[in-house]
DNA sequence: ATTTTTTGTTTAAACGATTAAGCTTACATT
DNA sequence: AATGTAAGCTTAATCGTTTAAACAAAAAAT
């Protein structure tokens, strides 16, 4: 039953002519190739007739060419990756790109092994997600000449194309909002890692303390290994209600750590923001089933996404275009988390 | 610098042999073809110093095969199907497989635009989760005999593979434990749909009203439009507590119609379970995070997925392979949400 | 009328791998 | 010595497209 595909070849056949001439009518290039008015509107009717779709593999094979984009994140199951995947996956689509999706587990070694995989499948560029770790292979794709760009994350000491979120100034923005609020005792869970996304969040909390002239105390600043989440965000809230100052409110510095935090705030019956306010980076549906309304960084989702792709994508069409840098502005979303005591 | 790509051809020459025999050594059948010891073993060597990677798209011109598999999808940004895409991604990639993931919100056009995009990238089959109305969609499939396992959701009237939960039994199970924890007057808040999962947890309901002998009120029982989702969920739940016999319980059909349903219910300041007690489908952070833990249907989501990703290899190996239709259960998580009331 | 140019088309190589079929040798069999 | 057969390797076609180069015929220029 399954009429086998249609070639160049049938087309050829069936109009009496050679494939080149169809090649050239369908590939739109009839003036360059100088083709006969006639012959064309020929081929091209027969092609349509018989519903012609050209063999993408047989045209990547020649040009080289897959218009395939591989997108490395982190975890395909976390809300925030799972929408810039799809964010992705649409922006490409409609420049005519196919996305091949990984998830790294933020295991530099899964990552490598997926880049791979990818390179092997021919994808004709990256964006990714950088796990800790994983320089050695930004450098492998500088060297390999293969087109990328970082999304969410950037190495400090390498030179490539980005998107991400100015996460100084997010941090920076969640501490002076809670200063701003009546808050002076104000802790950060964030992930140990050398990653600089992260290294700024931390840089950006320490900076809203030190220009409100607010001495941080060493209990206040908590880095959890990702391998042990639960254990070690109930450990850093237990350590940071119970210290001499105890915090008043906590920043999460992501999604995760915050749906962790907010578990264990539950279980220990603690009331936000009466007993403890909070701010978090990211987003997701689960802060709007908490019972007081997160006050979180929203991050431009949309632009990230669709901004990694048109970069992407004028750098394969372009392999001269030149290096760009882009650093976009996370908004504070106020709501009840944050906001109960008043401003002093 | 990036040295370029080698082929049989450079590896041939170096070896001082033909291309044919390099590939006989190098896809294993040195036995059969009677390659020699020694420049079998030659031939390996070179290969392994330059560190050849066989061109994908050359075998897959050659093979027809493309060892890619489409994954269709409703939303990636739902966590649910996230999650399955994850799993699939995985257990795919274990078995040789890249997976291309699209989605289709919904709707039958855009996962007919999908399916063809995807039919012309020649992927070797398809996991679907169909939207509705998109019949045709697999009929198609079925004449050009492509491969393809249906998840989540199947077509009562059209044969096929698939793996999906037992829906019916599923929401007869949050039913009865409801009428069992004393809750009288349930309601139901599903999506206007002919999907044949959707009529299966709307009848899985109204089963276990009847068979506890319970006479279900037509204001119990709603439809919502996944397009206006936010604005009927909230008319429905208005609607199901204004009835003269308001419900004491609602049961949600799907993860996103209760992330609504709480949402308001939250505005609304009803207090769970006390004013209403609550059992939705699917899972996510979300309902952890909630001040009152929901019950929830728990879909083995990794077997699913993983199961639909084995059945489909199976298929692609073995085209004889028979058709295989597997039902698994849902697990009721049993939660503060619905177990106020004693028991009767 | 001859040469040049233009126009329309075909040939054939290339992308990289696979594989049936053919071709040499060497060896065994009679 | 003549024949058969295995072992070891090469040739060439194939998958479907692209594209430089060659070619033939018609039109324009001399």
Redesign the interface.
């Known amino acids: ?2 009429k086998k595909k249609v070639s160049l070849k049938d087309i050829a056949q069936k109009a009496g002519v050679s494939t080149a001439l169809v090649s050239y009518v369908l590939s739109g290039k009839e003036k360059e190739s100088r083709v006969g008015k006639e012959i064309a509107v020929e081929i091209k009717k027969i092609a349509k007739d018989l519903n012609y ?1 050209p ?4 045209k ?2 020649r040009s080289g060419k ?1 218009f395939t984009i591989g997108l490395i994140i982190a ?3 976390n ?1 925030f990756f ?2 810039i ?2 964010i992705v ?2 922006e490409a ?1 409609n420049s005519g790109y ?6 790294s587990d933020e295991q530099a070694e899964k990552s490598w092994d997926l880049l791979n ?1 990818l390179i ?3 994808v004709d560029g990256f964006i990714i997600v950088s796990s800790e770790g994983s320089e050695k292979q930004v450098y492998h794709l500088k ?3 293969i087109p990328f760009v970082l999304l969410d994350r950037h190495f400090a000491e390498i030179q490539t194309d980005f998107v991400t979120i100015n996460n100084f100034k997010a941090s920076y923005d969640a501490g002076a909002h809670l200063i701003e609020n009546g808050y002076q005792h104000i802790g950060l869970i964030a992930y140990k890692s050398n990653l600089f996304h992260m290294k700024e969040r931390i840089r950006g909390y320490l900076h809203a303390l030190k220009e409100h002239q607010l001495v941080m105390h060493k209990h206040w600043l908590k880095e959890i290994r990702f391998n042990y989440i639960e254990k070690e965000v109930k450990a850093a809230i237990d350590d940071m209600l119970s210290a001499d100052i105890p915090v008043e409110a906590i920043i999460f510095a992501t999604y995760g750590l915050a ?1 962790n935090g ?2 264990y705030i ?1 279980e220990r019956q603690l009331n936000v923001p009466a007993d403890l306010a909070i701010v978090s980076f990211g987003q ?8 007081c309304p997160i006050t979180y960084l929203k991050q431009p989702m949309e632009d990230l996404g669709k901004t990694a792709v048109e970069l992407l994508v004028k750098k394969l069409k372009n392999p001269e275009q030149g290096m760009q840098q882009i650093l976009m502005e996370a908004k504070l979303m106020i709501r009840d988390s944050s906001t109960i005591k008043v401003a002093t």
Do not use: C
């Open positions: 039953m399954s779709q063999n993408h593999l047989a990547s094979l897959t975890d395909l199951s809300p799972a929408n995947a799809r996956e649409d689509r196919t996305v091949i999706i990984g998830s995989v092997n499948r021919h060297e390999m000449n749906v907010l578990k539950n997701a549906e689960g802060f709007d089933l908490y019972y």
